[in-house]
């Protein structure tokens, strides 16, 4: 699995409620449906496939030349629109395999990992829960966190992907649920530094803090990672906009070995947010913010309410 003098991105993306056309009695996906108020409908989900896939085909630095090597997701229903996507135009010569587990949450989304197998060798995939309790005591499900491990440049990577509970019920009042989440995150770290210690570990995903939050902080002091995100984020950069203001729930964070360029095949390059002018709003009071697919139940046939964000890591 060598690739010698490259530079390999690796992304995450929410891709803003990817579901199929089909009725899950399992899951909360009604908004999903033909018959919905949103009316989704079959034309609309493969516009939304080829959109998404062009957008994953193009994330990088202006001097790639290639799609990413690792892709994390959030917002998935399930294996089926993962296959649709990988087998979309812009994607199928990409020949991306993927991860997927099927979580508890109560809106039937999940995370997965797409990835090139020539590049990326995968040995091992888990995912794990984050126990939550409502006010009544009853137990309150949200998406796993998906542990995927392997072989990239001839190093063992172990790469996280998280989508926490989001802020809808308030900043403060669901901050609990996203440092639970934080917690089990250095939990997952802490085993994968007891069988390796050398292993290069990659956490990522929709954390819905901003690289400043606690729970953020929380992973970066007690699992020694580094969030080049940080620097990213300012008053004009950010994944989302919410009432006018730029916040970057969206991030990519390493272990600090990726800076050991002595010992190390993969060393960290850059991070960014790929927030290029296509993906935008052309005009009207949004101007320059995500072009959503939705905007509550309106149709607006965009990509994302999310931009992407990716890091570049250089081969030796």
Known sequence: MSDKGHNHTIAFYNIENLFDTVDDPKSDDDDFLPTSRKRWTKKR??????????????????????APIIVGLAEVENKLVLSDLVNSEHLINEKYHFIHYDSSDERGIDVALLYKSNLFEVEHSETYSIYLETEEGLRD???????????????????????????????????HKRL?????????????????????????????????DKSLALIEEQSSLFNPFKT??????????????????????????????????????????????????YH????????????????????????????????R
């Open 45 to 66: 989900y493969y516009n939304k496939l080829r959109k998404i896939g062009s957008v994953i085909s193009s994330i990088g630095p202006d001097t790639h030349t290639e």
């Open 141 to 175: 499900f949200t998406r796993d966190i998906l542990l995927v491990q392997g072989k990239l440049q001839n190093t063992e990577v172990s790469i996280i992907v998280n989508h926490w509970s989001s802020r809808r019920e308030g900043e403060k009042e669901t901050e």
């Open 180 to 212: 639970a989440a934080a917690e089990k995150v250095n939990w997952i770290v802490k085993l994968i530094k007891e069988k390796n210690p050398n292993s290069k570990i990659i956490v990522m995903g929709d954390f819905n803090d901003n690289p400043n």
């Open 232 to 281: 990213v984020w300012s008053k004009d950069i950010g994944s989302l906009n919410h009432n006018w203001q730029w916040n970057l729930f969206d991030q990519i964070l390493i272990s600090v070995n990726f800076f050991d360029t002595n010992n190390s095949e993969l060393s960290f390059e850059e991070a960014d947010v790929f927030d290029v002018k296509s993906l935008t709003q």
């Open 284 to 315: 009207g009071k949004f101007k320059g913010h995500p072009f959503r697919t939705y905007v509550g139940k309106k149709y607006k046939g965009g990509y994302s309410d999310h931009f992407p964000v990716y890091i570049s890591l250089k081969s």
